[in-house]
């Protein structure tokens, strides 16, 4: 059985979930994404075509049980302190985040 | 007698009848979870290992005593002056680490939350509050939900079964269902995504109610599969169950996904007979897949045969009650919903976890890092846990458009079907006009601790009876319906169509009342004396 997952493509996965993994996770985890692929792949005997619908609550939304969108107006967060005290690093009422790294896209 | 295993309503009549404070039952449920809880779960603390360890539930992440003691203080106060101090007052009760309090820590299991203290309050415990209901602490799940025994939390020890210690709690709300069952706490609010608040209550032998999706509000919830999440109650009978959800049900207007739909009286429909009542089996309920690991192959076996025993003297219960049962329903979509789930959840899960970096709130590497790129990727690598690391990987492969093979796609459809295939049998005008599906909840009791762990595809596969109610947005009530050999409880649950739970949660009591007398509804957890 081919992996579907290989190594390569599992290190882009990585990179795109912005994981450093520990040793010894890779192994384990790339095995178990292919293991889940056997499942996945399943969904290839389905009998579905164009004109099979989608579903993307279950359950429809009408206008009937939907509520009306609130109105769009700016207000002061009520929990402004509390949930910037959250914030790892602080200065004075901003986050502080390290340098931000570029590089070109593909 | 003691009141910590009583039921929620009767708390409530005692208290509101001046027969006890609501003080009082909060100190003897307090009692009660130092007298079997164990450590409470925390990051970096080790599995259980000692003799006490090995025979405590650890169902809590938190204990709120001096949140609950204020709320309690309150409801007596109210009492007192004459005031109506609502319809759960004083009961005390659980919330699952998933759902928001503001000033408490809410963790998901993993160490990524695990300094975060909630700026605001979920709407469901908001409303637990309005009912009088009081919050003793918060319980473990798997990590951000992501499981089905909850040992993948980051948070150790471990929830235990109370009617096995050495066997799982099921999950993902397994502190919830274990704190039930032991007496910590009448009810607990719990999630179900695939299964979660089901499961656990089958495997721990207390009633689970997963209501229609957006019956009740997700505001507060740390997301998990934002399509699939449905917050609802566990508890130890379907009255306790039913007033739960009376009070946590309806709109609100900071999730625009809870339905502007009435609340029907639910306690009304309660005590209604069964007469007449179409109630559906299907063999595809009775079947189960599973993945072996030395092949690499899914492969199909019937179910353990007392859960089909049970289920279907469940259904015998319920014909002498007056009931219609209707054998051979057809749900050909049933084995497509753990593949299905594999997608829909992991992509979903994939894109909500992706707000957890180590710059807004909880977890910051303790690592030197050069750039922000470099803090992302230290932090969410040294405080995921694999099962996050796996959803997110996953959820990644199906949706990046590299990759892309249009599994999403493909998934979305399958769920349609599985959809259209509960339209059908529902459907009051089609060949089967059910009223509702009943159905074994798991296809296995209790498992040991240890014993399913780290297969992924399998622990998955546990969920496979309760999945498709997740895809196609229905509600499901499990309840208890007996016990295997082993002493470990039975589940069945009932599915209905949209919005039913009122109807569901009448079979259930139905099922309660006729059954009342049978010697398994006398057994209690070891951990309970007998004359509690």
New interface residues.
Partial sequence: ?TDK?SVD??K???D???????EG?SE??RK??N??M???????S?P?DAE????????P?TA????V??EDVTRQDP?RE??LK????LEDGY?V?????HEELD | MKTYYLPAYAIADLIKTRQISAVEVLEETLERVRDVDGRVGQVDASQAQSKEDLSSVHAFTTLADEHARGQAEKIDQMVKAGESPGPLAGVPYTAKDIFTVKGIPATAGSKILSNYVAPYTATAVERMETAGAVMIGKVNLDEFTYGSSSESSALKPVPRNPWDTSRVTGGSSGGSAAAVAAGEGAISLGTDTGGSIRQPAAFCGTVGLKPTYGRVSRYGLIAFGSSLDCPGPLARNVTDAALVLQAIAGEDPRDNTAAVVPVPDYLAELEKDIRGLRIGLSEEFFRVTYFDADTGELKENPIDGEIKDAVLSVAGFLAQLGADIVIDVPLPHTKYGIPTYFVISRVEASSNLLRYDGVKYGFRTEQPFEDLRELYRKTRGAAFGVEPKLRMLMGIYLSAAQFDKGYYQRALKARALIRSDFETIFDPKGNYRLDALLTPTTPTTAFPIGGVYGDSVLMQYSDQLTVTTNHAGIPGLSIPVGFDKKGLPIGAQFLGPDYSEGLLLRVGRAFEKVTANEEWRNRRPPLLPAND
């Fill in positions: 059985m997952i493509v599992f882009r996965l990585v795109l979930a912005s994981l450093e993994l520990p996770e384990y985890l178990e994404l293991n889940q056997v499942s996945v792949e399943v969904l290839e389905i579905v099979t619908g989608t579903a993307a609550h279950g359950i939304y009937m049980n939907s509520p969108p609130r929990h509390d949930i959250q914030a790892p690093e986050i985040v390290p340098d931000i790294s």
